[in-house]
T-cell receptor
């Protein structure tokens, strides 16, 4: 299994829809997980951190399933401004604090 | 508080030319990183510096050198640029997440490099 695997999409959804992305990871020892958002031609920006079973921030919910080694990101009531690429990030399997970035899932929210 | 800054924003080089990408952070972070991002691929770590005075290779270090000039600055040098080094380069710095062995990383705006 790749260290971090994401469906590249694109996910095309109408405004107001609920959409969910999954991300699988191979490092069973990972304790912390992150979702980053990357707009076209911009730098990645931290969206959410996940340390236990999950985290919620407004319309965004991140959930962790340690047994199956995946994390998910749920976006409710999608806005046009949510259109971006969402990167799943987990600690790498090498020693140290290195992070491994998934290839990203592209979301396009249509009017 | 500017966060992480990078210069230049854009650069075009000819094969064999050299250049240095500059990165600075004003968040007093110990760790700094250089990544490259190619279309359709995730971020790949080139080099990192866990603290001032130390540097280590990442996943794709060949063709690059780095210097951690001080706590604020971490530069990336291409000695002899090749077309395969055409990419977007991101610098990042990080802060430990309390109670974990993981850092949260913050990125600069990137340098778009084209090697002809």
């Amino acid at each position: 299994r790749k260290e971090v695997e994401q469906d590249p999409g694109p996910f095309n959804v109408p405004e107001g829809a609920t959409v969910a992305f999954n991300c699988t990871y191979s490092n069973s020892a990972s304790q912390s997980f992150f979702w980053y958002r990357q707009d076209c031609r911009k730098e990645p920006k931290l969206l959410m951190s996940v340390y236990s079973s999950g985290n919620e921030d407004g319309r965004f919910t991140a959930q962790l399933n340690r047994a199956s080694q995946y994390i998910s990101l749920l976006i409710r009531d999608s806005k046009l401004s949510d259109s971006a690429t969402y990167l799943c990030v987990v600690p790498g399997e090498d020693a140290g604090n290195m992070l491994t970035f998934g290839g990203g899932t592209r979301l396009m929210v249509k009017p | 508080n500017a966060g992480v800054t990078q210069t230049p924003k854009f650069q075009v080089l000819k094969t064999g030319q050299s250049m240095t990408l500059q990165c600075a952070q004003d968040m007093n972070h110990n760790s700094m990183y250089w990544y490259r991002q190619d279309p359709g691929m995730g971020l790949r770590l080139i080099y990192y510096s866990a603290s001032e005075g130390t540097t280590d290779k990442g996943e794709v270090p060949n063709g690059y050198n780095v210097s951690r000039l001080n706590k604020r600055e971490f530069s990336l040098r291409l000695e002899s640029a090749a077309p395969s080094q055409t990419s977007v380069y991101f610098c990042a710095s990080s802060v430990p997440v309390a109670g974990t062995s993981t850092d949260t990383q913050y990125f600069g705006p990137g340098t778009r490099l084209t090697v002809l």
